[in-house]
T-cell receptor, first 117, second 116 residues
């Protein structure tokens, strides 16, 4: 089974509107971390936001917020006031803190976001 | 967080040849990883580069095809051997510091490889 599922291969959003990118995850580890990365066409991986499994509040970083619903195992990224520069691939990733493979990041398939002027 | 210099940024190689990709980190880091990203796809972990010992490879990746070195805590190389067009991908290295917390992961800028 996939550990990270991103069900939206592509999304369109009007400039200045908000958009939600979906991410669900699967783990039995009680301690884990969830990440969102942005990858523009240049290929670099840009860290956006992080949510720890024990964090009580949803993470926010500027225009980015993470809608963390632990019981549903979802960690959706919300981008407010979209800008043309937000057009990129967005990856959700998870780090599981126990057992073999600790510190490895597992990535979802990504969502290609296109911002329309 | 650490900064990684990855070289080369891109290359076009003939099938059957090998390419070595280098990653230099500006500080000592606990873990280093190598990923492959095929066109339009997600990042797939190739291996964890272990300092002073053999790398730990993920299922589907073997040392003969992707030999990895990590001679110290700031440097690692990945070689793509006996290349075929199917090896055309972006290859990224990554480092993790400490407990790999929110700001503990850094990525190189990637190597865009085309095999002809």
């Amino acid at each position: 089974a996939q550990k990270i599922t991103q069900t939206q291969p592509g999304m369109f959003v009007q400039e200045k509107e908000a958009v939600t990118l979906d991410c669900t995850y699967d783990t039995s580890d009680p301690s884990y971390g969830l990440f969102w990365y942005k990858q523009p066409s240049s290929g670099e991986m840009i860290f956006l936001i992080y949510q720890g499994s024990y964090d009580q509040q949803n993470a926010t970083e500027g225009r980015y917020s993470l809608n963390f619903q632990k019981a549903r195992k979802s960690a959706n990224l919300v981008i407010s006031a979209s800008q043309l520069g937000d057009s990129a691939m967005y990856f959700c990733a998870m780090r599981e803190d126990s057992g073999a493979g600790s510190y490895q990041l597992t990535f979802g398939k990504g969502t290609k976001l296109s911002v329309i002027p | 967080s650490a900064v990684i210099s990855q070289k080369p940024s891109r290359d076009i190689c003939q099938r059957g040849t090998s390419l070595t990709i280098q990653c230099q980190v500006d500080s000592q880091v606990t873990m280093m990883f190598w990923y492959r990203q095929q066109p339009g796809q997600s990042l797939t972990l190739i291996a964890t580069a272990n300092q002073g010992s053999e790398a730990t490879y993920e299922s589907g990746f073997v040392i003969d095809k992707f030999p990895i070195s990590r001679p110290n805590l700031t440097f690692s190389t990945l070689t793509v051997s006996n290349m075929s067009p199917e090896d055309s991908s972006i290859y990224l290295c990554s480092s993790a510091e400490g407990a790999g917390g929110p700001y503990g992961y850094t990525f190189g800028s990637g190597t865009r490889l085309t095999v002809v």
